[in-house]
């Protein structure tokens, strides 16, 4: 599959010999050095109660318009879960608390071709005003079987999933 490195990612960072690209690492055939095709690690939360979900409208590319979980990239030194916390309220101006580790899912970031790791969160409301802001342009309740059917990403439908098994208690 091409990605975001398989396109972009096309000299050694250490001698800028041209890399020989090979499934999921690209390999210096002057150094040796081997750049590893890694995902983007990323998280979302599930803000959830009633048997709603509250989801964002995006306010950027990808995918601008389309209704999406919070969440995003997992900044350097932070944890998953530190990330969570901090997308929640960069989105939805809320204080949450992690109540539930659901998973994790592949996706790829719109057509950037980023492939990315979603680590997927139940949380829950600990203050605050719902306000959308940063890249969302709007907030939404949501009941769990009456999801617009175009979200933003693949893995919406993925996590959606997880939440409705975890509220059933599976």
Same mark, same amino acid.
């Given at each position: 599959?091409?990605?975001?490195?398989?396109?972009?990612?096309?000299?050694?960072?250490?001698?800028?010999?041209?890399?020989?690209?090979?499934g999921?690492?690209?390999t210096?055939?002057?150094?040796n050095?081997?750049?590893?095709l890694?995902?983007?690690?990323?998280?979302?939360?599930?803000?959830?109660?009633?048997?709603?979900?509250?989801?964002?409208?995006?306010?950027?590319?990808?995918?601008?318009?389309?209704?999406?979980?919070?969440?995003g990239? !997992?900044?350097? &030194? /932070?944890?998953a879960? @530190?990330?969570? *916390?901090? %997308?929640?309220?960069?989105?939805?101006?809320?204080?949450?608390?992690?109540?539930?580790?659901l998973?994790?899912?592949?996706?790829?970031?719109?057509?950037?071709?980023?492939?990315?790791l979603?680590?997927?969160?139940?949380?829950? !409301?600990?203050? &605050? /005003?719902?306000?959308? @802001?940063?890249? *969302?342009? %709007?907030?939404?309740?949501?009941?769990?079987?009456?999801?617009?059917?175009?979200?933003?990403?693949?893995?919406?439908?993925?996590?959606?999933?997880?939440?409705?098994?975890?509220?059933?208690?599976?």
């Amino acid at each position: 599959m091409e990605t975001y490195q398989s396109r972009n990612i096309i000299y050694c960072p250490k001698c800028q010999t041209k890399l020989a690209h090979n499934g999921n690492a690209a390999t210096c055939p002057n150094c040796n050095f081997t750049y590893y095709l890694n995902p983007a690690p990323c998280t979302v939360v599930l803000i959830h109660q009633n048997n709603q979900v509250l989801l964002g409208k995006r306010a950027i590319e990808p995918n601008f318009g389309t209704w999406d979980l919070p969440g995003g990239f !997992i900044e350097v &030194g /932070e944890t998953a879960e @530190q990330g969570a *916390i901090r %997308e929640a309220h960069e989105e939805t101006g809320l204080e949450v608390k992690i109540t539930k580790y659901l998973g994790s899912a592949p996706d790829i970031y719109g057509d950037t071709l980023v492939p990315t790791l979603v680590f997927v969160y139940a949380v829950e !409301i600990i203050s &605050g /005003e719902i306000k959308a @802001q940063d890249d *969302i342009s %709007e907030l939404k309740w949501f009941d769990l079987d009456q999801i617009p059917s175009v979200v933003a990403f693949p893995t919406v439908n993925t996590c959606l999933d997880m939440l409705r098994a975890y509220l059933r208690g599976e």
